[in-house]
């Protein structure tokens, strides 16, 4: 039950193009809503061998979206803004493509991020916001490589505040 099948595929796509073609031609504005509870009461069969894989499908992405408010709290630093940061990005993005959250990032995912801006960007305020972090990060890199951004303003947090 991990996917819908190949024929079940096509017959949803038959099935919504129809139905969005007769909803076009026919009431103005009928809503997307109005077309899928259309769809649903007139192939109550179908709907049914879709349930369990729909329903999954939904669960997983509750599930998802759960996980990541989980992580965020557990974090407890997503509010922490030190002074002079502000405006920073929640995620940068890395040389392979992929988007990493700012506070999971250590100094050479930064350094990288740089490079990437200053490719793609004249300089500007976005620029030596980084190059700030960046600096701030190199400070802590010495007693500890793979420190992120998280943890650096968890540590400048506790060293303002024991001031």
């Known amino acids: 039950m991990t996917r819908v099948t190949g ?3 096509k017959q949803i796509e038959k099935l919504l193009n129809e139905a969005i073609e ?14 899928g509870e259309r769809i649903y009461d007139s192939e109550p069969e179908l709907m049914e061998q879709l349930k369990p894989f729909w329903m999954v499908d939904r669960l997983v992405w509750l ?3 759960k996980r990541r408010a989980r992580k965020r709290l ?6 922490l803004v030190l002074p002079g940061f502000y405006g ?4 940068i993005f890395l040389p392979d493509g992929q988007r990493k959250p700012l506070d999971d990032a250590n100094v050479t995912q930064v350094r990288e991020h740089i490079k990437m801006l200053r490719a793609r960007l004249k300089p500007n305020s976005r620029i030596q916001l980084m190059e700030a972090v ?3 990060m190199q400070r802590y890199s010495p007693q500890h490589p793979r420190i992120t951004w998280g943890e650096v303003k968890k540590l400048e947090f506790e060293s303002r505040t024991a001031e």
């Open 7 to 9: 024929n079940m595929e």
């Open 22 to 35: 007769l909803a076009d031609l026919g009431e103005a504005g009928i809503s997307s809503r109005s077309i």
């Open 134 to 136: 960046l600096k701030l």
């Open 63 to 65: 599930i998802s979206r």
């Open 88 to 91: 920073l990005p929640q995620a």
């Open 74 to 79: 557990q974090r407890g630093n997503a509010q």
